[in-house]
């Protein structure tokens, strides 16, 4: 490891032995970077020094920013963090808000001042909140506003948050008052080491506890340098838009990360809902999208209300894309959405291609500077066609904070992500399942994500979660639990049609023997199923 620039070496000091560390790869020429080495430099001063100071950079409901203006508000909030909450390099600092300019600008102003940032959701409550401060030791905390109640709930019930800082009101102490003082308008980037961790990620907790996921500096710009110059393909006129919170890597890299790292603008909003997504892709004309696959589904029957004509790119990450919606998607808006999957453990996407490249249903090849492979549970590689665990190497990889799990999520210098994948000949990577959603019924290997994905092209399902439920003669069967849309009814003859429907869908073993309709289904905060949950409610009723 090169020399450390920070001071607290908490960080450093919690990473896991190198021994359990994946290994990594710098094979691209883009991906190589100096000893010395601070992130924002390169996404946000360089543009500066570029002349690039007037160009659109962030655009809200409320203001709207040039990168001069960003970068000098970035700037202001570093000074703050230093000289004013005692900040030094290696400190994590929390952050609490939603998409909007001052969380981007906070994010970048922390790793500017060689901090440690910790984004979370602004659902979470103090339970949760308290478990990442104690987890991370978090002493310092930026927060909207909006959200103080949680925020002064868990600062009651854990100790070392010595400083909680809000913005949204102009009181003496507000962080709008403090960033107004004289000289905070510069700021020179802490002297950080290019593996200086930067970023901690925790996990939305789709499989237990949440861990945290240690990112470098480095790390920051390989994203960048990989998925966002070689699939991506951005330049400077484009504006970024979508609905992922800044929390979730996903959303860091699509709003933040890659529209600086091109010279180019992004959108936050507040609130994405379908209709408020399409509304401001109409109104500030963006030309790239970042959402889930279920955004896209809740989208199409609202198209025609809005002109979206400025897009060119749509990515989808955080679950898979059904063929029916990238189908449907493709009709209505000629626009094929880019399929991809990453991790927090990875930082962002792995897997995914460029438009020309992409297989309908595939998630895609490696992107370059990754590579992938399928493995058995001995860890050897299987031939295409023959279902296993995904593994995957490259620029990025898992480092848990002091977490066992770190010998789980890292075998034999591969990370092992935890989904079940086929490759085929020219190595497109086709989903299946997260490896403990596949459901083993009578022998026969059933994917839970393929059923789900047969339902929802009925047109009576809003959504729905698949999952193993026990059984004395089978071991397992097929369970689903489904919402129904509007003007539906949940009866048994709602249950015999789609059982009907999924067995002239897909191969007939596949059908749900089970059929429980909700109101609603187990999420996290990002917007991903917890089919765990649903796997616990199963057993219970067994």
């Known amino acids: 490891m090169i020399p450390s620039g920070h001071v607290d070496t908490f960080t450093r000091d919690n990473l896991p032995p190198q021994s359990q560390w994946p290994k ?8 190589s970077c100096p000893d010395r080495m ?3 430099t390169e996404l946000l001063d360089r543009w500066i020094a570029r002349g690039h100071g007037n160009h659109a950079c962030v655009i809200s409901p409320t203001e709207s920013l040039s990168y001069a203006q960003f970068a000098e508000r970035v700037n202001r909030i570093a000074n703050v963090l230093t000289r004013d ?15 909007n300019p001052m969380m981007a600008a906070a994010y970048c102003a922390v790793m500017k001042a060689g901090g440690v940032v910790i984004g979370t959701m602004p659902l979470l409550r103090a339970k949760e909140l308290s478990y990442v401060v104690g987890k991370a030791k978090i002493g310092i905390a930026l927060c909207d506003g909006a959200l ?9 019930v854990v100790s070392g948050l010595d400083h909680v800082v809000y913005w949204g009101g102009r009181d003496a102490q507000s962080l709008e008052t403090l960033m107004a003082k004289p000289g905070y308008e510069q700021f020179t980037a802490c002297d950080t080491a290019n593996d200086d961790v930067c970023l901690i990620g925790f996990t939305s907790g789709t499989t237990g506890e949440p861990k945290g996921t240690m990112h470098f500096h480095r790390d920051i710009l390989a994203t960048c340098n990989s998925y966002g110059r070689y699939v991506l393909h951005a330049n400077d006129s484009d504006r970024f838009i979508g609905s992922p919170p800044l929390a979730f890597t996903f959303g860091l890299g699509g709003l933040v990360l890659f529209p600086l790292h091109a010279g180019a603008a ?19 004309r963006a030309t790239i999208c970042f959402t889930a696959p279920t955004a896209y589904r809740a989208m199409l029957g609202k198209l025609a209300d809005y002109d979206i004509s400025s897009l060119r790119k749509c990515v989808s990450a955080g679950e898979t894309l059904p063929k029916a919606t990238f189908d449907a998607w493709l009709e209505a808006t000629g626009i094929k959405i880019m399929d991809g999957i990453g991790s927090t453990e990875m930082l962002h996407i792995f897997i995914g291609s460029p438009e020309d490249e992409i297989r309908p249903g595939a998630t895609g090849r490696a992107v370059p500077g990754y590579e992938a492979m399928v493995i058995d549970d001995a860890g050897h590689e299987m031939p295409p066609g023959i279902p296993g665990r995904l593994a995957v190497r ?3 990889g898992c480092r848990y904070l002091s977490d066992a799990r770190q010998s789980a999520y890292v075998q034999s210098g591969w990370n092992v992500t935890g989904d079940t994948y086929v490759m085929d000949k020219d190595r497109y990577f086709w989903y299946q399942a997260r490896s403990d959603d596949m459901i083993i019924s009578s022998g026969y290997n059933i994917a839970g994500p393929e059923v789900e994905s047969a339902l929802l092209t009925h047109p009576a399902v809003a959504e729905c979660g698949v999952v193993g439920a026990p059984d004395s003669d089978r071991g397992q069967i097929v369970k689903a639990y489904v919402v129904l849309r509007a003007n539906y009814t949940a009866d048994a003859e709602m249950v015999k049609t789609l059982q009907e429907y999924v067995k002239n869908t897909v191969a007939p073993y596949k059908y749900p023997r089970a059929v429980e309709f909700v109101a609603a289904l187990p999420k996290t905060q990002t917007g991903k199923l917890q089919r765990f949950e649903l796997r616990k409610r199963a057993a219970a009723a067994h």
């Open 85 to 99: 909450l005692g900040l030094v390099p290696g400190n994590r600092v929390l952050l609490r808000a939603p998409n």
């Open 394 to 396: 490259g620029p990025t």
């Open 38 to 40: 601070n992130c924002i």
């Open 24 to 31: 990594f790869s710098f094979t691209l020429p883009e991906l």
């Open 148 to 156: 103080a109640d949680e925020m002064e709930k868990t600062r009651a």
């Open 266 to 284: 992004t959108i936050l909003l507040e609130k994405a809902s379908p209709d408020a997504l399409l509304g401001a892709i109409a109104e500030h």
